[in-house]
């Protein structure tokens, strides 16, 4: 079956700028979440749906990060006025439940911030 | 905190062995693996849960030790499709089975002909 998807799959902005990522995940997979990963680093938690709430956003860097899954099923994570700082890949994935269940990632959207 | 990866690389040939370490400062109640293939999306291979618990998948085997709050990747008789980078990760809150994990900064494995 089709795995989770996020686009763009690369997205180039000036600093300032207003930018939004989307993310598909796996058809009935109740737990979504956001990770970055940066050059030779592991993916850093961002933000974890389950359902259409944001259960845990803690991770969000500052008040510039926002995420939304409005239905329950994709999400968008939005960045606003962005910072050279913020280039990095966004891993979107998903999970059938929450604790303990195999993460299934995206390709990711590689952002950089000019 | 996040779990400490050792080695940060090694380079196999075919057929050869290598075993991949992650450590944590803190409690373990469970050590998640992935591996990464460069431009692609991390991969999932398997999640150890208890003390002891030792898990396979393929060739590729992983232990965990509780007590001293490490976990090991096994690679057995190398394959070229082994190469990538291998992650550790770890409940963000130390002691749990928390859904959030942090991740080590990656164990790059190069298997050659």
């Known amino acids: 079956g089709a795995g989770v998807s996020q686009t763009p799959s690369n997205k180039v902005t000036e600093k300032g700028k207003y930018v939004e990522l989307r993310c598909d995940p796996i058809?009935?997979?109740?737990?979504l979440y956001w990770y970055r990963q940066s050059l030779g680093q592991g993916p850093e938690f961002l933000i974890y749906f389950q359902g259409t709430g944001a259960a845990d956003d803690s991770g969000l860097p500052n008040d510039r990060f926002f995420a939304v899954r409005p239905e329950g099923s994709v999400s968008t994570l939005k960045i606003q006025r962005t910072e050279r700082g913020d280039s990095a890949v966004y891993l979107c994935?998903?999970?059938?439940?929450?604790?303990?269940?195999?993460?299934?990632f995206g390709n990711g959207t590689r952002l950089t911030v000019t | 905190q996040q779990p400490v990866q050792s080695p940060q690389a090694v380079i196999l040939r075919e057929g050869e062995d290598a075993v991949i370490n992650c450590s944590s400062s803190?409690?373990?109640?469970?050590v998640h693996w992935y591996r990464q293939k460069h431009g692609e999306a991390p991969v999932f291979l398997m999640i150890l849960l208890k003390g002891g618990e030792q898990k396979g998948h393929d060739k590729i085997s992983a232990s965990f030790n509780e007590k001293k709050q490490q976990s090991s990747l096994y690679l057995t008789a190398s394959q070229l499709s082994y190469s990538g980078t291998y992650f550790c990760?770890?409940?963000?809150?130390?002691?749990?089975?928390?859904?959030?994990?942090?991740f080590g900064a990656g164990t790059t494995v190069t298997v050659r002909a």
């Open positions: 990760g770890t409940p963000v809150v130390p002691g749990t089975n928390d859904y959030k994990l942090s």
């Open positions: 994935a998903s999970s059938s439940t929450g604790n303990n269940s195999p993460l299934h």
């Open positions: 803190k409690a373990l109640y469970s």
């Open positions: 058809s009935g997979h109740t737990a």
